[in-house]
């Protein structure tokens, strides 16, 4: 299946001085990486790459994405626009030579095949790891809890199980 961000690089093209890559996509895959995020939109998202040959052979790629994206407030459940900006580290290596170290310390790893990188899913994929599993937008405010225990939603429950 081809991912809805696809740039796919030949990764012989990494020479020894190492090579910059720009991942910038259409409004078409904007919206279809939105629907994989099931987010209400992806209104941005560039990606620059810098390549470079590691002394194990793999490829080191570090990289900053931007994005714009619409999420939905977890507080007031209304849509708001946010930016995302990070920078990143993976380690890229060929199908079957993953490394087995479950050092969380350790560089992530994208996985090439038939000696293919593909650098849109590479940006979608850290997109997909930055943006907060708990969207909330940037005036949304709690509402008040009143200090009163008998106030709670539970508080009848509660006199019912101490009668018991």
């Known amino acids: ?10 990764v012989d ?5 190492g090579l910059d ?3 910038e996509a259409s409004a078409a895959e904007c ?3 939105a629907q994989r995020m ?7 998202l560039t990606c620059r790459f810098h390549l470079e040959r590691d002394t194990s052979g793999s490829l080191l790629a570090f990289g900053r994405f931007a994005a714009r994206v619409v999420q939905t407030c977890v507080v007031s459940l209304e849509d708001f626009t ?6 990143f580290a993976v380690r ?3 199908d079957g030579e993953e490394s087995d170290d479950a050092d969380p310390d350790a560089l992530d790893e994208i996985v090439y095949t038939d000696g293919m990188l593909d650098l849109g899913e590479a940006a979608a994929e ?9 969207p909330r937008a940037p005036d949304a405010v709690l509402p008040d809890v009143p200090d009163d225990p008998e106030a709670q939603p539970f508080a009848s429950l509660e006199a019912l199980r101490r009668r018991n």
């Not at 099931?38 to 941005?44: D, F, H, I, Q």
């Not at 850290?126 to 708990?134: N, T, V």
């Open 38 to 44: 099931n987010l209400p939109a992806v209104l941005a």
């Open 21 to 23: 890559v720009m991942v």
């Open 13 to 17: 093209r990494v020479g020894p001085t």
């Open 82 to 87: 946010a930016t995302v900006e990070e920078g």
């Open 126 to 134: 850290q997109l997909a790891l930055a943006l907060d599993p708990y």
């Open 92 to 94: 890229c290596v060929p």
């Open 31 to 33: 919206a279809a990486i």
């Open 1 to 10: 299946m081809i991912p809805e961000l696809h740039r796919p690089l030949a």
